[in-house]
Structure formats: C-alpha cells, structure tokens
C-alpha cells in the first residue's frame, strides 16, 4: 500500500486501541444452507466457476517455456509461458486420446510431451509431432493441437476462464491492482506448495481470513499474541476486497513522523481475489490460498497454499526461518482454523440453525458474502 492512502488507516487503528472498540460497519445473516445445500452449490458452480479466476501468479511461470497444470478447476488446465514471455491457458487434454498431457506441478520444459502416446506440444499449444503420422492422415502437425483457454496476466495475477468459448476481460481491481503493483509481485519467487483435502464448505476456507474477532480465543497460544485482536479494516473494489489486520508492533508507529509510515510490517493484508482466491501480504513474504469447491459435495472442499519469497534462501538461517514460518502457518491452519471450520460445516449441515449471524465487528466477512449474493441473486440480508 502506499503511504499517502496508509495513513488516514492508521490513524483511525490507533484510534480504535486507544478506545478499546472495533472497525464496524454493518452486519449480515448467511443462510446455512449457503454452507449445506447442494442446489446452492451447482448455483455458485455455475455462476462463480467458469471464470474468471485467479489461478496463479506471475513467478509460477517465471521464464519462457515454463508451464503449472491445475487439476481443482472445472476442467484440467496447463499454464504456459510460451517463447516470447506471453501466459497462455489450455485444456489439459490431449488432442489424441484425451489423456492428460502433463502431471500437476511447476516445471520448465522444451515440450509438453503427453506420456500416453508421446505427442509432443510446444507452449503455444501447437502440436509439433507424433509418432507414425501416416497412421493419422487427418491430423497435421504444426496446427493448434491444445484447446486454447481465456487468459489474461495483469498486476502480476495469471486469471484463466474454463469455458473455451468465453473471454477474460481485463480485471478491474481499482486500488487492489495499485497495491499489487506496490508490492512487486513478479519479483518475488515460488518457494513451496501445500494442498489441504477438506471436509468443509469452500466458503468457509475463507471465512476464516476475513475477521480478527476469533484471534484472542482460537489462536491464544500460536499467532494470536501477534495481532490486536478484534479489529480490521475493510475496503472493497467491486466483488474484490482488501483487509488489514494490524499487529501489535503497530504501536511503534505513533513516535514515528506520519509521513514515514508503512503498513506492511505491522499488520497482515489480506485481499480476496473473487471468488474463491485469498491472497496475503505478510511482513516479508507474499501467501495464497486458492480455494475450490468440490463438485457435488458441498462439505468438501481443496485448498492450495503457496509462499512466495523475495529470494529464495541460500543459507542455514534462511531456511530455518523460512521452515519456522512454514510450520507455524501449516500448524496453525491444520489444528486450529481449518478443525474449527470443520466443527461449523457441522453445525450448519445438522439443521439446527437456519442462518449464521455475521457481526458488524465482521465487516470483510460481511462484504464477501454480499459479494457472493450480488453474484447469485440470492444469500446475506443485511441487518
């Protein structure tokens, strides 16, 4: 963020501590079978799901002929940065037999080869050659070979439609693009990768970013201390939005000059990257947490986390440091967030409930969910 936009932020953080209050706007109320209903769950698959999203960024193709093959979207997909440095989409589906050409993961190759029968692609999609192409009079090589996919690359995000037939238009982030473009993402590098199968709702996953209000109690003895618990700010831009959750060290900011201040080593930002991809400013490293739905289920749900360092580490310190921050955000998540979230997919599936109530001291959670609803016609009531 920049420091001019920061300030009239902080000030207001600081006024809130020395209050002892929360940043409140407005509440809400989500049916629980937003959580529950499988009817709700073909809707948002269908709405929210085609694209376009938010699958990747800059560094997962950090150099000609690098390509990420996905496999939690509708349809498998490959990534490609083809010779000239432009991201490409495709279906990732051979034109012969439909086999998967590439395994998921990050790799840099000088074809995309499909391990069935070895027909080989460059990264623009072209099919380059197949063995014995007298036995396939119809097929020509040197021809699009992979079905191409709607992509776009802007302020460092790769965003991708599955539908074939559609397009991506340019992302409107208004001041989230600006922050983006702040923080340099496509200097940063692709360090590690997690997956989490879930047994609850793809919503909830990021329910869990979007308020601060549970950090004295859940998270009491892990990343709890860190943070003034209670208090975030909220900002939307469209159906994206951007928190700042500050930490406590934020203190030190009020013997330093107004005009000096930064943000980013005193709080987490959080930004959802809508629908369905949370995206993390941490002190000194950047975070995301891809989010997507199960098809029929709508108690299950997969995450991907990855980080992304400045530079990736050389020496003993670094990686201790860099294994230390993966721990506590793996740990944390794992035993505390995710086993809680799964307590609520619970309770909202048994009945018992008709709606969860959403405080106004829950602002971020409250626009998503409105963000949601705009998407479908139907959800949060505002109260």
């Not at 995000?157 to 496509?186: C, E, K, R």
């Not at 900002?235 to 009020?254: A, D, M, N």
Request: charged share 25%.
């Amino acid at each position: 963020m920049h420091i001019a936009k920061v300030q009239p932020v902080i000030e207001k953080f600081f006024e809130h501590i020395d209050d002892g209050t929360s940043w409140r706007t407005r509440g809400t109320t989500i049916p629980s079978t937003a959580y529950a209903d499988t009817d709700h769950l073909d809707r948002e698959l269908g709405a929210l799901f085609g694209g376009p999203l938010a699958v990747a960024l800059t560094p997962d193709l950090p150099e000609p002929r690098c390509h990420l093959a996905i496999d939690t979207l509708p349809i498998p997909v490959v990534l490609t940065r083809d010779h000239e440095g432009t991201a490409r989409a495709f279906a990732n589906v051979c034109a012969h037999r439909g086999s998967e050409v590439v395994a998921p993961g990050r790799r840099c190759t000088r074809r995309l080869i499909c391990p069935y029968h070895a027909w080989s692609y460059d990264h623009s999609g072209t099919l380059v050659s197949f063995p014995d192409p007298d036995a396939f009079p119809d097929v020509e090589a040197g021809t699009q070979g992979l079905r191409p996919l709607p992509c776009v690359e802007d302020h460092g995000v790769i965003w991708v439609g599955t539908d074939p037939a559609a397009s991506v238009p340019q992302p409107d982030l208004g001041f989230i693009g600006d922050d983006l473009d702040h923080y340099d993402v496509a200097r940063h590098h692709h360090w590690r990768s997690h997956r989490f199968e879930l047994k609850l709702n793809w919503k909830l996953v990021i329910d869990t970013f979007l308020e601060g209000y549970h950090f004295a109690s859940l998270h009491r003895d892990t990343v709890g201390p860190l943070f003034i618990p209670n208090l975030g700010q909220v900002e939307t831009h469209g159906p994206h939005l951007r928190e700042i959750l500050p930490r406590r060290s934020i203190e030190q900011l009020r013997s330093q000059p107004p005009e000096t201040w930064d943000v980013i080593p005193h709080s987490a930002i959080v930004y959802v990257l809508f629908p369905a991809t949370v995206f993390v400013m941490q002190i000194d490293h950047i975070e995301t947490w891809r989010v997507s739905p199960h098809p029929s289920d709508p108690g299950r749900s997969v995450t991907d986390l990855d980080f992304y360092l400045p530079e990736l580490p050389e020496t003993d310190q670094a990686r201790e440091h860099w294994e230390k921050n993966w721990k506590l955000t793996i740990d944390t998540v794992i035993d505390e967030d995710f086993e809680a979230m799964a307590g609520v997919q619970r309770g909202m599936a048994s009945g018992v409930l008709d709606h969860a109530t959403i405080g106004a001291n829950e602002a971020a959670l409250a626009r998503f969910h409105e963000a949601l609803a705009a998407a479908l016609g139907t959800g949060p009531r505002s109260r």
